[in-house]
C-alpha cells in the first residue's frame, strides 16, 4: 500500500520533470532542424509571453528572494530567444523572396507596425531599443548586481555570527537559527548568480545587432545572385525581414531587462514594487505639494501647453492630500486593532489557568461595597499610587512592584485588604463618608465620633463625620480624607515588607544599570567571593531596616572589601553599614542633630555576655537568660516611649557587635524605630544623647 501511495505522489513530479527535459530539448533543435512558419509563430508570442510573465512576477514579488530561479529562468529564456532568432534567420535567408511574410505573421506584422512601410525608421527604432537595452538598463543592472553580490558575500560572516549570538542568548531556537542560515546561503546564492546572469542580458543585446547585420547582409547577397532580384528589391524585402526579426527579438528582450534591473534593484526593500515606490514616493506631503506646484508654474508660463501641466499639478495636489487622510484612517483602523488585541490577550489571561496561578506581588482589595463607592474615584486612587511607586523608587533605590486595584468579594463589607504575594498583610474598615482625626494621647474635638486605633501607625484616632470636618479644623485639627488614610496604610505596610517585595529579577535590574567600571567590579566578586543569591541577602537585609540601596556604587565597593574575609550575609551588612554611616544618620536627623537612646554598662555587659563564640572568635550564637531578656524589653520600652511621647526623632546606639541582637529584640515593639551601633555614627554630625536605658 505504501509503495503505490509512493508512486502516485511521484508520477506528477516525474512527469513535470520529463517534459521539462522535452522542452529543452525542442529548444535545442532550432538551433540546427528546419521549422515552419507556424511554428516560428507560436515560438515567438511564447517569448514574448514569457518575458511579461518574468516582468509581472518580478513586481509582484516581497523579496529578490522569492524569485531565486530567476538566473534559470533568465537563461533559459535567453536561449529559447537565439533558438528563434536561427530559426527566423534560417527562413528569412531561404524563402525571403516570397515576401514579407517568409518568416512567420508575427515578424511581418511588427515589420509593418514599428516601420510604417519604411525599413530605415524601423532600423534607427531598432538601434534605440538595443542602446537603451545594452547602455542604460543592462549595463545598470549589471554594476547593481556585481555590486550586491560583493556585499552580499563580504557580509556574510557577520549574520552567522549574529544568528549564532542570538542562539546563544536564546533569542531564536535551533530551527529558527537553521531557517535563517539557509536563508542566508540563499541569498549570496542568490546575488551571486544574478551577477553572472546579467551577462546573459548583455550577450543577447550584443548578439541581436550581429544577426540584424547578418540577416540584412546575406540576405541582400543571397537575393541578388540566387533569386534574381534587384538590390534594391532585394534590399528592401531583406532589411523589412531582418528589422522585423529584430524588433520581436528585442521587445522581449527588453522587458526581460527591465524584469532583471527591477530585481536587483529591489534589495532590502520589502514588498511588492508598486507598495514600494508609491509608498516611499507618496510618503511626503510636501514633495507632492511641490512638484504640484510646479506644475502650475509651467503650465501659465506662455508658450507651454497649460492643460498637461495644469492636470498634473491638480493631480500630484489631490494625491498630497489624499495620502495623509488615508494614512490618518490607515493608522486609527490598525490602532483600534491593536487595542481590541490587546483586550482580547488581557482577557485572556484574565481567566487564563496559568495567570491564576501567578501571585500578584502587591494587590490593594476592596470589598463589593467599598468597590462600588469608591468607583468615581479609582482614577484618582490610581495616580496617587502611581506617585507613591516613585517617591519609594527615589528613596529606597528600587521601584517597587505594580500596585493592583481589585475587587474581593469575600472581603468584609466596607473594608478593604492590603496583600503581598497573594498573602493578606493588613485589612481595615474605611468609612468613606468619614473623616479621621488623629488624637494620640492628647485632647479630643468636641464633635462626636468613634474612637479607633491609626491603622498606619496604630495611634488613637476618631472618625467623625465628613460635614462636622469644619468644626475640628476650627479646633485646630487637621480631618484627612478616607483615602489619604488608605493610602497612608498601604505606604507604610510596603515600608514593613520592602525586604520582601525586592526580588531577584530586581536585583538583576539594579546590577544591569550599573555603570561600567562596577559592572567589572561586580564580576570580580560574583560568584567568586559571594554568590547573586548572597548579594541579594545583603540587600534584603537592608531594607529589612528601611536602608536605602539608592548608593549602590558604594554597597558594591564596601562588600568587595569584606566579601574575601567574610561570607555570611549578616556580617557583611553591618561592614556595609559602617561604610554608608552618612546616609544611615542622614536619615534620622532632626534639626540637623542625631538624637540618641543609649544603652547603659550593665546591658552591653549583658550583651557582650551572651555572645558565644567558636574557635575562631567569631561570634557563632546569641544566648541570653529570657527573665534577662524580658527585664531589658521593659525597660528599653519605658525609655524609648517616653522619648517618643516628648516628639524626639531618635535612634538606639549600642555596640558594633550585639547591634544586630538589641535590633531583634526592639523591632517586635518599635519596628521602625532605628537602632545603630557606635561605628555607624558618621563623623562630623553633631550628636545629642537623650538618656540611657539603665
Keep these: 500500500m505504501s509503495a503505490t501511495s509512493v508512486s502516485t505522489t511521484e508520477a506528477p513530479k516525474a512527469l513535470s520533470d520529463v517534459g521539462f527535459a522535452i522542452g529543452i530539448v525542442m529548444v535545442l533543435c532550432l538551433f540546427f532542424l528546419p521549422v515552419p512558419a ?368 481589585t475587587d474581593e468579594i469575600s472581603a468584609p463589607a466596607k473594608s478593604y485588604q492590603i496583600r503581598l504575594h497573594g498573602t493578606i498583610a493588613a485589612t481595615q474598615e474605611l468609612r468613606v463618608h468619614e473623616v479621621l482625626v488623629v488624637v494620640g494621647d492628647g485632647r479630643r474635638p468636641s464633635t462626636p465620633g468613634d474612637e479607633i486605633r491609626e491603622p498606619a501607625f496604630g495611634m488613637k484616632a476618631i472618625w467623625i463625620p465628613e460635614s462636622l470636618a469644619a468644626d475640628a479644623r476650627r479646633e485646630g485639627f487637621r480631618p484627612i480624607d478616607p483615602i489619604s488614610v488608605m493610602l497612608t496604610h498601604l505606604s507604610e505596610t510596603i515600608h514593613n515588607n520592602l525586604a520582601r517585595l525586592l526580588s531577584y529579577r530586581d536585583m538583576r535590574g539594579l546590577l544591569d544599570r550599573l555603570e561600567p567600571e562596577y559592572k567589572r567590579l561586580l564580576d570580580d566578586i560574583c560568584p567568586s567571593q559571594i554568590s547573586h543569591s548572597g548579594l541579594l541577602a545583603v540587600f534584603k537585609l537592608l531594607l529589612a531596616e528601611r536602608v536605602s540601596v539608592r548608593n549602590l556604587n558604594l554597597i558594591l565597593e564596601a562588600i568587595a572589601e569584606i566579601a574575601p574575609h567574610i561570607r555570611r550575609p549578616e556580617q557583611i551588612v553591618e561592614h556595609v553599614r559602617v561604610r554608608i554611616a552618612p546616609q544611615i544618620c542622614g536619615a534620622i536627623l532632626d534639626g540637623g542633630v542625631l538624637k540618641v537612646l543609649r544603652l547603659g554598662n550593665r546591658w552591653d555587659m549583658v550583651f557582650h555576655q551572651s555572645l558565644k563564640r567558636d574557635a575562631k572568635g567569631e561570634v557563632a550564637e546569641f544566648d541570653i537568660d529570657p527573665r534577662l531578656m524580658e527585664e531589658f524589653a521593659t525597660q528599653v520600652s519605658a525609655a524609648i516611649r517616653k522619648r517618643l511621647e516628648e516628639k524626639h526623632m531618635f535612634a538606639v546606639v549600642t555596640t558594633a557587635e550585639t547591634r544586630p541582637f538589641v535590633r531583634m529584640i526592639i523591632e517586635r515593639m518599635f519596628p521602625t524605630l532605628p537602632v545603630l551601633s557606635q561605628l555607624e555614627i558618621a563623623r562630623g554630625i553633631e550628636v545629642r544623647s537623650l538618656g540611657v536605658v539603665a
Design 38 to 405: 507556424l511554428m516560428i509563430d507560436f515560438g515567438l508570442a511564447l517569448s514574448i509571453a514569457l518575458s511579461v510573465l518574468i516582468l509581472m512576477v518580478s513586481l509582484w514579488i516581497q523579496k529578490p528572494l522569492e524569485f531565486s530561479a530567476f538566473p534559470t529562468v533568465l537563461l533559459v529564456a535567453t536561449v529559447l530567444r537565439l533558438a528563434l532568432n536561427i530559426s527566423t534567420t534560417r527562413l528569412i535567408l531561404s524563402h525571403g523572396s516570397s515576401g514579407e511574410t517568409a518568416a512567420g505573421y508575427i515578424i511581418a506584422g511588427f515589420a509593418r507596425l514599428v516601420m510604417g512601410g519604411d525599413f530605415v525608421i524601423g532600423i534607427i527604432v531598432f538601434l534605440i531599443l538595443v542602446t537603451i537595452n545594452f547602455l542604460v538598463i543592462t549595463k545598470g543592472a549589471t554594476r547593481i548586481a556585481e555590486v550586491g553580490a560583493r556585499f552580499t558575500l563580504d557580509a556574510i560572516p557577520g549574520k552567522q555570527m549574529a544568528i549564532d549570538a542570538d542562539l546563544s542568548a536564546g533569542l531564536i531556537d535551533e530551527k529558527v537559527a537553521q531557517q535563517r542560515r539557509r536563508e542566508l546561503e540563499e541569498e549570496s546564492a542568490f546575488f551571486g548568480s544574478m551577477d553572472g546572469a546579467s551577462k546573459f542580458v548583455r550577450g543577447d543585446a550584443i548578439a541581436g545587432l550581429i544577426i540584424l547585420g547578418v540577416n540584412i547582409f546575406g540576405g541582400i547577397v543571397i537575393g541578388v545572385t540566387r533569386h534574381g532580384m534587384s538590390l534594391t528589391s532585394a534590399s528592401d524585402v531583406f532589411t523589412k525581414l531582418s528589422v522585423g526579426d529584430g524588433l520581436v527579438s528585442q521587445i522581449p528582450a527588453l522587458i526581460i531587462s527591465l524584469a532583471a534591473g527591477l530585481l536587483v534593484a529591489k534589495g532590502g526593500t520589502r514588498g511588492s514594487t508598486e507598495k514600494a515606490v508609491f509608498g516611499q514616493l507618496g510618503h511626503y506631503p510636501s514633495a507632492l505639494f511641490m512638484a504640484a506646484s510646479l506644475m502650475i508654474i509651467l503650465g501659465v508660463i506662455p508658450g507651454l501647453p497649460l492643460v498637461p501641466f495644469a492636470a498634473l499639478g491638480g493631480l500630484l495636489g489631490f494625491v498630497g492630500v489624499a495620502i495623509p487622510a488615508r494614512a490618518r484612517k490607515v493608522g486609527q483602523a490598525e490602532a483600534a486593532v491593536r487595542a481590541q488585541q490587546e483586550e482580547r490577550n488581557r482577557a485572556e489571561a484574565r481567566t487564563s489557568i496559568k495567570e491564576q496561578l501567578k501571585p500578584v506581588e502587591i494587590e490593594l482589595c476592596f470589598s463589593k461595597e467599598l468597590a462600588a463607592t469608591l468607583l468615581s474615584q479609582h482614577a484618582e486612587i490610581a495616580n496617587r499610587v502611581a506617585k507613591m511607586r516613585r517617591k519609594f523608587a527615589r528613596e529606597y533605590g528600587f521601584v517597587v512592584p505594580e500596585i493592583r486595584l
